[in-house]
Nanobody
Framework: QVQLVESGGGLVQAGGSLRLSCAAS????????MYWFRQAPGKEREFVTA???????YYADSVKGRFTISRDNAKNTVYLQMTSLKPEDTAVYFC????????????????WGKGTLVTVSS
Protein backbone atom coordinates (compact mmCIF):
# COMPACT_ATOMS: atom_id res chain seq x y z
CA GLN A 1 0.00 0.00 0.00
CA VAL A 2 1.45 3.31 -1.10
CA GLN A 3 0.66 6.45 0.81
CA LEU A 4 0.97 9.88 -0.71
CA VAL A 5 1.10 13.08 1.30
CA GLU A 6 1.06 16.46 -0.39
CA SER A 7 2.38 19.66 1.13
CA GLY A 8 3.33 23.18 0.14
CA GLY A 9 -0.01 24.65 -0.73
CA GLY A 10 -1.06 28.10 0.39
CA LEU A 11 -2.08 31.59 -0.62
CA VAL A 12 0.00 33.43 -3.20
CA GLN A 13 -0.48 36.53 -5.31
CA ALA A 14 -0.84 36.33 -9.05
CA GLY A 15 2.55 36.18 -10.68
CA GLY A 16 4.05 34.45 -7.68
CA SER A 17 5.55 31.01 -7.24
CA LEU A 18 4.92 27.99 -5.08
CA ARG A 19 6.44 24.55 -4.80
CA LEU A 20 4.35 21.54 -3.93
CA SER A 21 5.76 18.29 -2.63
CA CYS A 22 4.35 14.80 -2.58
CA ALA A 23 6.06 12.31 -0.29
CA ALA A 24 5.46 8.64 -1.04
CA SER A 25 5.86 5.72 1.30
CA UNK A 26 5.15 2.03 1.27
CA UNK A 27 6.19 1.11 -2.24
CA UNK A 28 9.04 0.97 -4.70
CA UNK A 29 8.88 4.56 -5.80
CA UNK A 30 10.90 4.23 -8.95
CA UNK A 31 8.35 1.81 -10.43
CA UNK A 32 5.57 4.37 -10.30
CA UNK A 33 4.75 7.13 -12.70
CA MET A 34 3.76 10.16 -10.66
CA TYR A 35 1.09 12.68 -11.51
CA TRP A 36 -0.37 15.97 -10.39
CA PHE A 37 -4.04 16.67 -10.91
CA ARG A 38 -6.07 19.61 -9.69
CA GLN A 39 -9.69 20.37 -8.98
CA ALA A 40 -10.98 23.91 -8.93
CA PRO A 41 -14.18 24.81 -7.08
CA GLY A 42 -17.20 23.60 -9.02
CA LYS A 43 -15.11 21.92 -11.69
CA GLU A 44 -13.99 18.41 -12.48
CA ARG A 45 -10.54 17.20 -11.59
CA GLU A 46 -8.07 17.77 -14.40
CA PHE A 47 -4.63 16.52 -15.32
CA VAL A 48 -1.75 18.90 -14.70
CA THR A 49 1.49 17.02 -15.30
CA ALA A 50 3.22 13.67 -15.02
CA UNK A 51 6.70 12.23 -14.70
CA UNK A 52 7.98 8.75 -15.40
CA UNK A 53 11.47 7.58 -14.51
CA UNK A 54 13.96 8.67 -15.52
CA UNK A 55 12.89 12.05 -16.90
CA UNK A 56 9.87 11.58 -19.13
CA UNK A 57 7.41 14.37 -18.47
CA TYR A 58 4.19 15.73 -19.92
CA TYR A 59 2.24 18.91 -19.21
CA ALA A 60 -1.24 20.17 -19.77
CA ASP A 61 -1.25 23.08 -22.20
CA SER A 62 -2.60 25.37 -19.49
CA VAL A 63 0.56 25.03 -17.39
CA LYS A 64 3.23 24.38 -19.99
CA GLY A 65 6.14 26.76 -19.56
CA ARG A 66 5.02 27.76 -16.06
CA PHE A 67 5.02 24.53 -14.08
CA THR A 68 7.81 22.00 -13.71
CA ILE A 69 7.50 18.49 -12.34
CA SER A 70 10.48 16.65 -10.93
CA ARG A 71 11.13 13.62 -8.79
CA ASP A 72 13.77 12.68 -6.28
CA ASN A 73 13.87 8.91 -6.14
CA ALA A 74 16.25 8.95 -3.20
CA LYS A 75 13.67 10.87 -1.17
CA ASN A 76 10.60 9.17 -2.66
CA THR A 77 9.24 12.60 -3.43
CA VAL A 78 7.78 14.33 -6.45
CA TYR A 79 7.69 18.10 -6.74
CA LEU A 80 5.63 20.60 -8.63
CA GLN A 81 7.31 23.96 -9.09
CA MET A 82 4.70 26.52 -10.08
CA THR A 83 5.64 29.94 -11.39
CA SER A 84 3.75 32.85 -12.93
CA LEU A 85 0.68 31.71 -11.07
CA LYS A 86 -2.71 32.91 -12.20
CA PRO A 87 -6.02 33.10 -10.34
CA GLU A 88 -7.29 30.29 -12.56
CA ASP A 89 -4.63 28.03 -11.05
CA THR A 90 -6.57 28.13 -7.79
CA ALA A 91 -7.48 24.54 -6.94
CA VAL A 92 -6.86 21.60 -4.70
CA TYR A 93 -3.79 19.85 -6.09
CA PHE A 94 -3.63 16.09 -5.84
CA CYS A 95 -0.70 13.77 -6.23
CA UNK A 96 -1.28 10.34 -7.78
CA UNK A 97 0.79 7.26 -8.54
CA UNK A 98 0.39 4.54 -11.13
CA UNK A 99 2.47 1.39 -11.14
CA UNK A 100 4.13 1.06 -14.51
CA UNK A 101 2.28 4.06 -15.85
CA UNK A 102 3.38 6.45 -18.54
CA UNK A 103 3.43 10.20 -18.65
CA UNK A 104 0.45 10.07 -21.04
CA UNK A 105 -1.91 8.21 -18.72
CA UNK A 106 -4.88 10.10 -17.36
CA UNK A 107 -6.79 7.37 -15.57
CA UNK A 108 -6.25 4.12 -13.72
CA UNK A 109 -4.30 5.71 -10.90
CA UNK A 110 -3.42 3.26 -8.17
CA UNK A 111 -3.05 5.74 -5.32
CA TRP A 112 -4.09 9.28 -4.51
CA GLY A 113 -3.10 11.79 -1.92
CA LYS A 114 -5.63 13.89 -0.06
CA GLY A 115 -4.64 17.11 -1.76
CA THR A 116 -3.27 20.50 -0.88
CA LEU A 117 -5.04 23.78 -1.54
CA VAL A 118 -3.46 26.45 -3.70
CA THR A 119 -5.14 29.84 -3.78
CA VAL A 120 -3.93 32.52 -6.17
CA SER A 121 -5.23 36.01 -5.48
CA SER A 122 -5.54 38.64 -8.18
Amino acid sequence: QVQLVESGGGLVQAGGSLRLSCAASGGTFILYAMYWFRQAPGKEREFVTAVRWPTNTYYADSVKGRFTISRDNAKNTVYLQMTSLKPEDTAVYFCAAKLGGTEYDRDGMDYWGKGTLVTVSS
